[in-house]
């Protein structure tokens, strides 16, 4: 079969060739060919893909609405922040210690919430999200939009409304009603933005800010701290400063200690953004926002949030078809590629970077993700934190009990059940279990993707085997497969739900 | 011995935070700090980072030296183009078929050789280069500089000059002296860079071009076709192209069909490199390169070019320490990270980018990366764009003779000896065996490396199993361990070189 097909491939060529004389005459050396199509050459080429940062620039300029009050701060902030009716708002009117700068003065704190608050508040759990989410995490009768984690919240799901009262808030440092660099600066006399005037935060900051809150709604302990991604970050994170106050923690695809290929990733992606003129050294509240850096920010994250198994199967080297193109086209001549989005991998990342590029706050992402590439919970790490080490938690494990700062077996593997021995432990390790001791009483779910090219799956066996080198022996590790990478823990509602609601019950 | 540490760290910070005051208190939840330090949040921050693109701007604009000639084309070409006299430079007078466009009118080739021609011209080996080297594989008398291979050409070396003739060309495309959207377009009257109107060209045309340059040196026959990267894309066309005209094929780290997850990685590059408004739609030549958005791109890059294990032994999270920083710093206050590069891994990319804006050209950048994306040899590929699919080489293989065009086991695998069956073959792997038909009687080395990224080790395998399905008894198969991953090809002259002196002899 396939030896007739590369005859007639061979023949209809040769003719295809012949009659469309010197514009498709190929492969054969010598051919002479003496035309030229000079009018097609001087012409300049569009680039529709160059053009639309132009034209985007132009729809937000005509979109900014200029107050005439006199107090005003500069026109509305050009990314879709949700209705201040769509959540709540704590405002906290103490300063905020932070990790590596000195306090904010004050900070208000977006939250939304599921279920009921038992008599004893006993039965909460909060929720941590990743990098860019808002508290929005799913449906509520003040904003009945889905949210972003919507098929596992609610009764009988992974986060069951009926059992458990579910707190989710807007991060410290991002845009959707918690305080972050887009909020009024109160010692800014005028009352503009933080800008880049807003510190350096960490995960730890994060915490801290969402345990204000909880003091203030009277949660003396969380039923269990949960988090995927970034928000692994968070739980663990909150395990570690509060052992007493957190009865579970859950990281899904989370780590606790960033790796240089994913700090690498989100470099990347601040400096496309940092070099947007329009970025201005993060001081653009009253002008225009670096929409096209903020979108060519996006399409790289975008490319560490799947994998490529999935893309070979989603998208495989399928190119874009415009139906005029392809009426207008001899059939029998090749399809002249572009240089601006072709393949179909490439209209995804440019619409990915075009979806999110005004829905976002520019600052935000610089900030939370500068918050995650610092995060490593390694005792090293912490002592020049100046983080106080908190003693475990006073529960003691249901089995033999570990004294508290005693880890169980730091010098040799811990035996996990669900996955060999690394054959090379990285060299941190034992300093990552030493970090973790705080966390030695409190069971902890590790659950991973290997797929995931974000947070790897070496980096969940990392962490489930740190965990037990510090003592934990209460730690459920589950790998899952597929395609679906990194945003695996927003789409696999059976596996990542299943391990969720098996370890909380 | 860690819960001496811990119990130390606690009581240190304790000190520490009570000696600093409000600064430094952290992870107690409720402390009170009323205090604000107004002048330092009201400072604007500085960004070197983004200083560095403006100084950039301001150095190439007075270093561009403007000819009082009045047929003066514009400025020198701002990226370091080596001296002319350091290549060799052949003139196609005669227009260069082209895949999807109009032939080129003519075209230039810069190219350098080492060794001698034998006398009957039968000791020729053509290196084919990745995306962004020049023809300066290795020294030479002209140019002593060290090449991009230099320690793979020379007496006894991988490509050993006491037995072979090797040229290395100046892709088609690129900007050291082989026509590309740098060079003067032959159809502007007044002689002005092609820029974008150059012609969005595929790896065949880089090969056919190649070819041009070997009929006017008078060889008929290569003893073998060499590349790495893009360059084994290259050594697998000419083989393809020219059955009869090439004795052997190696193809290190390179692929016959570009997954989309190096597209999307490539189309990241092309994306930030176009939104530089230097950019201009690639019309810069008479004023000033894209130099930021090309620095961006090549960090981007960089990031596929090694490999995660690689910057966790060479960077770890280690971060830059300035000299004066350090002393100016209260040891027992941590570190305040910066927004700009910070980390190694950040300073390594940014010096990578930063080496690499202003020696080459963006345009080029953009047609290579482009033609790396579109090339795809499986049989439907090659059908739509009319190339004729030639004949295998009338050599039949040493073993058993095959058919021309009838391979010897596209049904089943081929059981390929250096590695187990595919466990689940790529759907577009028959294809893949269709296409590479005309290769069916060329000795082929494919070597790959598990670390790899860009050109995965997944492709390594599927390239060797397509061949050995497209009938070829001679294939050479190695994968290399390892931590370089992409640029393995560059540094490992033990094992790549090696494994192509071996196959060579």
Chains 1, 2 share one sequence.
């Not at 990790?99 to 508040?121: K, M, N, Q, V």
């Not at 994170?237 to 994913?262: H, L």
Request: hydrophobic letters at 35%; aromatic letters at 8%.
């Amino acid at each position: 079969m396939l030896a007739s097909t590369s005859r007639n491939v061979v023949r209809r060529l040769k003719t295809a060739g012949r009659s469309a004389g010197c514009q498709w005459m190929r492969a054969e050396l010598s051919t002479s060919v003496p035309c030229r199509d000079t009018a097609a050459r001087a012409e300049r080429p569009s680039f529709p893909c160059v053009d639309q940062h132009a034209a985007r620039q132009s729809r937000i300029l005509s979109s900014l609405t200029h107050a005439p009050d006199p107090c005003d701060t500069g026109p509305e902030v050009p990314y879709a922040r949700p209705s201040p009716q769509s959540y709540q708002t704590y405002h906290h009117s103490q300063p905020l210690p932070l990790t590596y700068f000195e306090p904010l003065p004050e900070l208000d704190i977006a939250y939304e919430t599921w279920g009921t608050l038992s008599p004893a508040r006993d039965n909460v759990i909060l929720l941590h999200t990743g990098l860019s989410a808002s508290s929005h995490a799913a449906s509520t009768s003040q904003n009945p939009a889905p949210g972003w984690w919507e098929k596992f919240i609610g009764p009988g799901r992974a986060l069951d409304t009926k059992e458990f009262f579910i707190i989710c808030t807007n991060v410290l440092g991002g845009c959707y009603g918690t305080t972050g660099p887009a909020s009024s600066d109160p010692t800014d006399p005028t009352g503009k933005p933080y800008a880049t005037r807003f510190p350096v935060i960490s995960i730890f900051d994060m915490v801290r800010a969402q345990f204000t809150l909880l003091d203030y709604l009277g949660v003396e302990k969380l039923y269990a701290s949960v988090g995927c991604s970034m928000g692994g970050m968070q739980s663990l994170a909150a395990g570690w400063m509060y052992p007493d106050r957190v009865g579970k923690v859950v990281s899904i695809s989370g780590t606790a200690r960033s790796n240089p290929s994913s700090i690498a990733m989100r470099f990347a992606q601040r400096s496309v953004l940092m070099a947007d003129p329009n970025w201005n050294k993060g001081f653009y509240y009253d002008g225009l926002p670096p929409h096209t850096g903020l979108k060519l920010a996006r399409q790289i994250a975008t490319i560490t949030y799947r994998s490529g198994p999935e893309w070979d199967i989603r998208f495989g080297r399928q190119v874009r078809e415009l139906p005029d193109e392809a009426k207008a086209r001899d059939p029998s001549l090749p399809r002249q590629p572009a240089l601006c989005p072709d393949f179909l991998i490439e209209t995804y990342l440019d619409h990915q970077g075009e979806q999110f590029c005004l829905k976002y706050d520019a600052n935000s992402l610089i900030y939370i993700s500068k918050a995650m590439d610092l995060f490593d919970m390694t005792l090293p790490a912490l002592t020049s934190l100046n983080l106080s080490l908190p003693p475990p938690s006073s529960t003691p494990p249901d089995s033999d009990a570990v004294s508290p700062h005693q880890p169980a077996h730091l010098s040799s593997h811990s035996g996990s059940k669900s996955h060999p021995p690394p054959p090379n432990p990285a060299p941190h390790l034992p300093d990552l279990a030493a970090g973790l001791v705080p966390l030695q009483n409190i069971p902890v779910l590790v659950l991973g993707v290997q797929s995931d090219i974000l947070f790897t799956v070496e980096q969940q066996r990392e962490l489930a085997d740190a965990l037990r080198m510090a003592g934990n022996e209460r730690v459920s590790y589950y790998e899952l497969g597929g395609v679906w990478g990194h945003d695996t823990f927003l789409l696999d509602v059976q596996n990542v739900g299943g391990a969720i609601r098996g370890f909380l019950s």
